[in-house]
């Protein structure tokens, strides 16, 4: 057996993922769905838990046709890695990069080509303040 970078977590469907060494045949929707659906936005700073699967379903409505499965896997790196809050995130650098590995990975694995990266964030952003504004506290 080939040896792997770093340490591997054990995942819904009873499989070991690495995330800093991800292999596609390891990736499974049942682990994406389930983990998003699991996972709160906002790390749980919401008058209500609102789930990452719920954002990704309005953002993958908010795009166009073509970029609809590429909307909806949009945040499904973070089935392995966890939703880091913005603030942080960015100074992160390592992180982003393993984020984009695992992205990379999944969009293989379910065939998405040619994904209008500007579009989904637009939309990303979009379905971002609308959350904001029905989920959280008024800001201060």
């Known amino acids: 057996m080939d040896e792997r970078k770093g340490d591997w977590m054990q995942i819904f469907t009873g499989k070991k993922f690495w995330p800093l ?17 699991f ?3 906002f790390n749980g700073h919401s008058n ?3 789930s990452i ?4 379903v309005i953002v993958s409505k908010i795009v166009s046709k073509d970029q609809a499965s590429a909307a909806l896997l949009h945040d499904a790196a973070e089935t392995y890695i966890g939703d880091m809050v913005s603030p942080l995130k960015r100074f992160m650098l390592e992180f982003k990069e393993i984020e984009n590995k695992i992205e990379k990975i999944i969009f293989e694995k379910f065939g998405i080509k040619n ?9 990303d952003n ?13 800001p201060p």
């Open 39 to 41: 996972q709160c936005r």
């Open 115 to 123: 994904v209008n990266q500007k579009e989904i964030k637009r939309a």
């Open 53 to 56: 699967a719920q954002h990704s």
């Open 126 to 138: 979009i379905a971002l303040v609308t959350e904001m504004r029905d989920l959280m506290k008024s």
């Open 21 to 37: 060494d991800p292999k596609s045949e390891e990736v499974d929707i049942k682990d994406i769905a389930l983990s998003l659906a």
């Open 48 to 50: 209500y838990f609102y």
